[in-house]
Each structure stands twice: as C-alpha cells, then as structure tokens.
C-alpha cells in the first residue's frame, strides 16, 4: 500500500471541507427557487424523504469507497473504483469524477465571480439609488461581454481571472490549503447567514409599499413550510426534489471520494457522513429558505415572488432590496449576502479540483503545485467561453450535460457497482467499520434496492421526461395506450436541439431565425468541447493503465 502524502490536519477541519464541498450556490439560489416553482411545502416532504433514502445511501456509498480506495493509495474516483471492482473496463466510469469537476469548475467559478464583483460594487455603492428594473440591467450588462457598461472594460473577464488564480493558488498548498479555508470560510457562511435570516424572520409587514401594500415576509415563510400532502403523489415535485439532492450534496461528482480517500483506513465514515449532511441541510433547509424567499415577499409580495423567482434573483433583485434598509445597512447587508455566497462557493470549487490532483499525482507523480496550476490552466481554457458566450448559452450547456446529466448517470453507475458488484456485504462491512455511530440496519436494505431504484427512475426520467413536466396526466396517457409526448427539456430533445429548432420553425423575422441558427452553432461548441474533455481524461486513465501494468500494479 502507498503511503498518503497529504492529510486531513483534524476531524473538524474535515467535516467542515465536506460540508462545505456539500453547501455551494444551489443551497441558496437553486434551493428557494425550487420550493417556489414545485408548491413550497408540498415540495419539502418528497425533499427531506429524497435525502433520507437516496442522499444519505449516497453519502455514504462515496464515504466508504474513497476510504477504501485510499488504503489502496488511489486518490481519484478510476482507481478507486478499479480497487474495489476488478475490470479494465469499469475504471472508466471512474472518469465521470474528474470530467464532472473539471467541467462543472469551469462554469461554477464564474458564478463565483460574480459574487466577489457584487461585492466590489455593494462597497463602492454602485447600485444606491437604483430601481428594480436597473439592478436587473446591471446583471444583463455585466454578462454581456460586448455592451457591458458597468464601469470596468471586460469587468466579467477580469474577475473571473481573479478568482480562478485565488482558486488555483488555494489548491496549489494541498489538502491543509483547503482545510483553513473551510476552517474560515464554514463560521462565516453560517454567521452572514444568520444575519440577513434574522432579517427576514423580522421584516413582517414593514416592508410593503404602495405598489406592493399587501407585502408580507411571513406569507413567504408560511408557502415555504405550510405541507401539502397531496404532493406525495406529484411525480413532479418528486422528481424536482430527488434532483436537488444532487446539486446540494455534491454527490455524484467525486469529490467526496477523494475528500475520503486521505483519512486513515481505521476513522470513522459514517458519523462523518451524516455530519456533513446534515449540516448541509441545516444550511438550506433552514438558512436557505429564510432569506431570499422571505425577503423579496416582504417588500414586493408573494404573488410577485411566484411569478419571478428565478436563479438571477440573487443578483438581480437583492441589491435593490437592500437598499431599502438605508445606506449603512445596505452595505453590510451586500457584503453578508455575497460574501455568503462567496465562501459557499469557493468551499466547493477548492473541492473540484481534487480529482485531477490526486490522479495526476497518483498516476504521474505530479507535485501539488503543478496539478493546481494544470488544474487552473483547463478551467480557464475551458470558462472562457462560458464568460464571453453566455448570452449564447454556452454556460447553460455546460451546466445541462456537466451539471446535472453527468451527475445522475454517475452516482446511478457507482451505486450498481457498491451495491451489486463490489457487494452489499463488503460494502456493509467497509460503512459500519471504525464508525462511531450505530448505522440503522435497514440502510443496508436501502442502499442496495431503494436508493439503485430510484437513481435508475431519474435517470430515464431525465431521458423521457414528459411534455411541460407533467408526470401525473402523461403516465395517465401512456397507460391507456395514448402515448407518451416528450418535453423539450428531455436528454433525447436536447441533443437534437428541438426547443431552439421549434422557435426557428415558428419565426419569420431573418434575424432572429439567424441568431438562433448561432445559438445551436455555439451550443455544439460547448458539447464538443464537453467531448473533448471526457476523451482527453478517458485517454490519461488507459495511460495511467499501461503505466501501472509496466510496474506490475495494473488489475485486469
């Protein structure tokens, strides 16, 4: 067995790097949207279920194979995988926990960036003074490369430069660089979020107006947590609420793998997996639906809420919301809300660039400093475009087929695997073994029917999803022999571009016909690029192969 060359300084510093690899943006901008858009307490039931027989298996599932795959000195989800399960051909689902990072990284730290930049204008006082409407044109004009007038030439380019070099430099000082900015970075999430929760559990009426008199911040809180129990038979929300979990535990992507592939073969995984959890859910659960949601319904009621909640609402709202609250309050209120989302963001993407450490490092013998910086040169090569297309829709391609395609197929792949080929007994055994908990029994049960089941039901519900999302009449249909209509949003539609094709079918007007035929242009740029990406990893790991088989260490 090799011997670790970096490690975890103390289990606090590691429960907070996976709970802060686990709470990224989506606790606080995917999570309140989708509450709002699937009925907001009837979306809390299947969610927190969802979590309980699929987040928990799955936290676990990656817990233990990274421990496992560590004794065997292997940092990155091939050759963690290729030591559990002996096969030439199965290491290469283990490709899926470096490209996911690598791609989802490129995208992801633009997010990020907007945040420093966001608060760069919150301290200047960019946006006093500004209606709704021009803190929305704000956004617009910052991600539009060309036209941006929000004071800096190429403002998007530069910060996202920026925050990639803070990235790379981070991870150049290893697992200890990661750990101290958890160690930071945790408290002060929670601290600023805490601050403007109080906020919105205060605000009540005092925030409505005479446009929006009827504003009220409870009405926003009371949608969010009032159940529906019909909901349990929504295959909608069911669906909404099972994909959630992937974005807010970050499974499915492999960094909890290598995360667990650096502490020793005898510590415990599973308090260390329900801990980190758990304080993601806390986190989005409980902060998550106390700002943003609550916030806006105080000041332009939950009727408008409903019709607008979105991604952008963090940046394209909250800033003039914030002004309402005076000049000194609105700075302090800015630099909790984006500084929040900063250090949600940077503790995730410090985590995405593991893998392709660890491998490079396994494999090659690459030092931390080179594997950072070769890390940081493909996120570059690879966001640019996301930065200066993402108008043209590069960033959402990116964030369809990385983001959320690959990560569903890869946690469905690893589960068959842990739960089937390398064996629910072994696996068992590999979950409960130094634990400092009592793991209930009928998770052994779960991981191996329930969790595999419902993985599979995503996925070919991702590849058929039904025309507008409506599960309930289109199972109705299929079964009275009526057919089954697919939605645009469908894995088969997306490849072919039908959306886009369908508004080119309709339209009349020569340019926008064109701008469309553009879109589809870039768009297969982004998937080739995407493709090139997967190819160039699977290419290293058959290298990484022949390599270990020259020294005697390749499995068959």
């Given at each position: 067995?090799?011997?670790?060359?970096?490690?975890?300084?103390?289990?606090?510093?590691?429960?907070?790097?996976?709970?802060g690899n686990a709470v990224g943006l989506g606790n606080f901008l995917r999570f309140p949207v989708q509450a709002v858009q699937n009925g907001g307490g009837a979306f809390i039931i299947p969610y927190l279920i969802c979590f309980l027989v699929m987040g928990i298996p799955l936290l676990f599932i990656e817990w233990s194979s990274g421990r496992f795959g560590g004794k065997f000195g292997n940092h990155?989800?091939?050759?963690?995988?290729?030591?559990?399960?002996?096969?030439?051909?199965?290491?290469?689902?283990?490709?899926?926990?470096?490209?996911?990072?690598?791609?989802?990284?490129?995208?992801?730290?633009?997010?990020?960036?907007?945040?420093?930049?966001?608060?760069?204008?919150?301290?200047?006082?960019?946006?006093?003074?500004?209606?709704?409407?021009?803190?929305?044109?704000?956004?617009?004009?910052?991600?539009?490369?060309?036209?941006?007038?929000?004071?800096?030439?190429?403002?998007?380019?530069?910060?996202?430069?920026?925050?990639?070099?803070?990235?790379?430099y981070i991870l150049s000082k290893g697992i200890g660089g990661i750990e101290k900015v958890a160690k930071v970075g945790m408290p002060l999430l929670i601290l600023f979020g805490v601050v403007l929760a109080v906020r919105g559990l205060t605000l009540g009426t005092s925030g409505a107006s005479d446009i929006f008199p009827d504003a009220n911040a409870w009405d926003g809180l009371n949608f969010l947590?009032?159940?529906?129990?019909?909901?349990?038979?929504?295959?909608?929300?069911?669906?909404?609420?099972?994909?959630?979990?992937?974005?807010?535990?970050?499974?499915?992507?492999?960094?909890?793998?290598?995360?667990?592939?650096?502490?020793?073969?005898?510590?415990?995984?599973?308090?260390?997996?329900?801990?980190?959890?758990?304080?993601?859910?806390?986190?989005?659960?409980?902060?998550?639906?106390?700002?943003?949601?609550?916030?806006?319904?105080?000041?332009?009621?939950?009727?408008?809420?409903?019709?607008?909640?979105?991604?952008?609402?963090?940046?394209?709202?909250?800033?003039?919301?914030?002004?309402?609250?005076?000049?000194?309050?609105?700075?302090?209120?800015?630099?909790?809300?984006?500084?929040?989302?900063?250090?949600?963001?940077?503790?995730?993407?410090?985590?995405?660039?593991?893998?392709?450490?660890?491998?490079?490092?396994?494999?090659?013998?690459?030092?931390?400093?080179?594997?950072?910086?070769?890390?940081?040169?493909?996120?570059?090569?690879?966001?640019?475009?996301?930065?200066?297309?993402?108008?043209?829709?590069?960033?959402?391609?990116?964030?369809?087929?990385?983001?959320?395609?690959?990560?569903?197929?890869?946690?469905?792949?690893?589960?068959?695997?842990?739960?089937?080929?390398?064996?629910?007994?072994?696996?068992?055994?590999?979950?409960?073994?130094?634990?400092?908990?009592?793991?209930?029994?009928?998770?052994?049960?779960?991981?191996?029917?329930?969790?595999?089941?419902?993985?599979?039901?995503?996925?070919?519900?991702?590849?058929?999803?039904?025309?507008?999302?409506?599960?309930?009449?289109?199972?109705?249909?299929?079964?009275?022999?009526?057919?089954?209509?697919?939605?645009?949003?469908?894995?088969?539609?997306?490849?072919?571009?039908?959306?886009?094709?369908?508004?080119?079918?309709?339209?009349?007007?020569?340019?926008?016909?064109?701008?469309?035929?553009?879109?589809?242009?870039?768009?297969?740029?982004?998937?080739?690029?995407?493709?090139?990406?997967?190819?160039?990893?699977?290419?290293?790991?058959?290298?990484?192969?022949?390599?270990?088989?020259?020294?005697?260490?390749?499995?068959?």
């Open positions: 067995m090799s011997v670790k060359v970096d490690s975890w300084g103390s289990r606090v510093g590691l429960i907070l790097a996976m709970a990155s989800t091939p050759y963690i995988l290729d030591s559990m399960v002996k096969g030439r051909i199965l290491k290469y689902i283990g490709v899926f926990g470096i490209f996911t990072n690598i791609a989802v990284a490129a995208y992801y730290c633009y997010i990020e960036s907007w945040t420093m930049s966001y608060v760069y204008h919150t301290i200047r006082g960019t946006f006093d003074g500004m209606s709704q409407a021009e803190v929305a044109g704000f956004f617009n004009s910052y991600t539009d490369i060309a036209h941006s007038t929000t004071g800096l030439p190429y403002e998007a380019v530069i910060f996202y430069v920026i925050c990639l070099l803070l990235n790379t947590w009032t159940p529906q129990y019909e909901s349990i038979l929504d295959l909608k929300v069911w669906m909404a609420a099972a994909g959630q979990i992937f974005f807010t535990l970050s499974v499915g992507m492999g960094t909890i793998h290598c995360y667990a592939a650096y502490i020793d073969s005898k510590d415990d995984i599973a308090l260390n997996a329900v801990s980190a959890g758990f304080m993601n859910e806390f986190v989005e659960v409980v902060l998550g639906s106390l700002i943003v949601i609550p916030i806006a319904a105080g000041y332009l009621g939950l009727d408008w809420v409903l019709q607008n909640a979105g991604f952008g609402m963090a940046f394209q709202t909250m800033p003039y919301l914030f002004q309402q609250w005076g000049p000194a309050l609105a700075v302090i209120a800015g630099v909790c809300w984006f500084g929040l989302l900063f250090f949600a963001g940077i503790t995730s993407s410090l985590a995405m660039g593991t893998p392709w450490m660890g491998f490079m490092r396994d494999e090659f013998g690459w030092s931390k400093n080179k594997g950072a910086w070769s890390f940081g040169a493909m996120i570059l090569i690879l966001g640019l475009p996301t930065v200066i297309f993402y108008k043209e829709g590069v960033f959402d391609e990116y964030d369809y087929w990385a983001g959320t395609v690959s990560l569903v197929v890869f946690a469905m792949l690893e589960t068959i695997l842990f739960s089937w080929i390398f064996g629910m007994d072994k696996g068992w055994r590999e979950i409960t073994s130094g634990a400092d908990i009592k793991v209930p029994n009928i998770y052994k049960f779960i991981i191996k029917y329930i969790t595999p089941v419902m993985l599979i039901i995503i996925f070919l519900g991702s590849l058929f999803k039904p025309l507008d999302n409506k599960w309930s009449e289109n199972v109705v249909s299929l079964a009275s022999g009526s057919g089954w209509t697919l939605d645009n949003g469908s894995i088969i539609k997306t490849v072919m571009h039908a959306g886009i094709r369908d508004q080119i079918a309709l339209a009349t007007d020569p340019v926008l016909i064109e701008q469309l035929q553009d879109k589809i242009m870039y768009l297969n740029f982004a998937r080739l690029l995407l493709i090139g990406l997967f190819v160039f990893i699977s290419l290293l790991v058959y290298i990484a192969f022949l390599k270990r088989r020259r020294e005697g260490r390749a499995t068959l």
